[in-house]
């Protein structure tokens, strides 16, 4: 189906009949005339869903969400490789939605581009830079790693990269070398845009 065809109001109503409530077509264009789209809708906050749904619905709006989550993760793992960005941003995109604070994700992969494991190395980038590049590097020596992909958010929504992403991706670069491994990319992740060092000739 191409985008264009979808209805979101469609689709959410029949996400909402999984439920026992009436009236469920006025309350999904409720929904998304108050959050703007169905994405908006699944991302927001349980404590604005309430007043328009009830507890019901909004645990089964959570459970889509984790759903997709663990989908893109399963889905991810079976993928030959993961060596561009848009496969980096479908992994994590669910999980990263809605942050209110900045999150560091490490990515690490084999030889062949295929990935080992996934660690959320540090939260709130702006004053503790310094110390992941070094907490990446031994958890690329425990599990034999090859190569690291770094993602963190940016709750602001812009993904232009700050003075500090760059002076930490610098610092990464320095770090992994020590250990012959390398920074294949550090993607910055904001709403439904994304911003990639290595497509942008950084790395």
């Known amino acids: 189906m191409e985008l264009k065809e979808i209805n979101e ?47 019901r619905e909004v645990s089964l709006i959570s459970f889509v969400k984790e759903f997709t989550a663990i989908y893109n993760h399963l889905k991810i793992k079976e993928t030959e490789k993961i060596d561009c960005p848009q496969a980096v941003v479908d992994y994590l995109k669910a999980e990263m939605n809605g942050l209110k604070v900045e999150k560091i994700y490490a990515i690490l992969l084999n030889s062949r581009n295929r990935l080992i494991k996934v660690f959320e190395v540090d939260e709130g980038t702006e004053s503790r830079s310094a110390v992941y590049p070094r907490k990446i590097a031994r958890l690329c020596l425990q599990h034999y790693a090859v190569s690291v992909i770094l993602v963190h958010n940016h709750p602001g929504g812009s993904v232009k990269p700050s003075q500090n992403d760059i002076l930490a991706t610098e610092a990464l ?17 904001a709403d439904n845009d994304y911003y990639s060092f290595k497509d942008s000739g950084l790395l």
């Open 9 to 55: 109001k469609e689709v959410l109503t029949k996400l909402l009949n999984f439920t026992k409530t009436k009236g469920k077509s006025v309350i999904a264009e409720l929904l998304l005339n108050k959050f703007g789209s169905l994405k908006q809708v699944v991302d927001a906050p349980k404590d604005d869903l309430y007043p328009i749904i009830s507890e």
């Open 173 to 189: 670069t320095k770090a992994l070398k020590t250990i012959e491994s390398y920074l294949l990319d550090h993607i910055i992740i």
